[in-house]
């Protein structure tokens, strides 16, 4: 098999800011809905790259993804296909972070 595709973001994503993110073959160790990543497990490949809850899933192996069910289809096929593949992710910024907490907090 040949190895993935580039490693950069596609040019909407570049404009983003996305984080890039190689992971191996495995369990990743992160949940998603609505291409939010909604939980990051302790000791998991995505808590030792650094990935939190809260950033939005944009990209695999430089394809853009739009919906879950299309995430979920690149993220198995790279799985199949590949020992390492890159995923994509447009970060909250901590300011952003703070400004949500306050407004969730009483």
Avoid: M
């Avoid at 369990?27 to 809905?33: R, T």
């Amino acid at each position: 098999l040949e190895n993935p595709p580039a490693l950069h973001p596609p040019p909407d994503q570049a404009a983003l800011g996305t984080v890039n993110i190689e992971f191996e073959s495995g369990a990743l160790g992160f949940k998603f809905l609505n291409r939010k990543v909604t939980r990051v497990f302790a000791g998991s490949q995505a808590h030792q790259k650094g990935l939190e809850a809260g950033w939005k899933l944009a990209g695999i192996n430089g394809n853009t993804v739009h919906q879950d069910e299309q995430a979920f289809y690149e993220l198995q096929r790279c799985h199949r296909l590949f020992p390492r593949f890159i995923v994509a992710f447009i970060p909250i910024k901590s300011k952003e972070r703070k400004e949500r907490g306050r407004k969730g907090s009483a």
